[in-house]
């Protein structure tokens, strides 16, 4: 069983910064690739990045540029750093892992006011 609770959403400003987080337990976090998804109100999950065991990295064309996914395998731990934030960047961020199963944690809610 996984489980991943996200932390660090909430209000900022466009133009600005915020840092989300996601820590894992009950699972070998270090050989699990890791994703941050989001999602709108009414709109389908989308995959916003993607970090693998060994750190390679994938970024959606919408956010490359200005978010840098990144782990901390010692404190089972996935990071998003969001920088020049966008009104459309606004949505729920879910933090995900596949291990036989899909597991998502409990969201993390973005605003971005313009």
């Known amino acids: 069983q996984v489980r991943l609770v996200e932390s660090g959403g909430g209000l900022v400003q466009a133009g600005k910064s915020l840092r989300l987080s996601c820590v894992a337990s009950?699972?070998?976090?270090?050989?699990?690739?890791m994703d941050w998804y989001r999602q709108l109100s009414g709109k389908q999950r989308e995959l916003v990045a993607t970090?693998?065991?060994?750190?390679?990295?994938n970024y959606a064309d919408s956010v490359k540029g200005r978010f840098t996914i990144s782990r901390d395998n010692a404190e089972k731990t996935v990071y998003l750093q969001m920088n020049s934030l966008k009104s459309e960047d606004t949505a729920i961020y879910y933090c995900?892992?596949?291990?036989?199963?899909?597991?998502w944690g409990q969201g993390t809610p973005v605003t971005v006011s313009s």
């Open positions: 995900h892992c596949n291990l036989l199963n899909d597991y």
């Open positions: 009950g699972t070998i976090f270090r050989l699990l690739t």
């Open positions: 970090i693998t065991s060994s750190g390679t990295t």
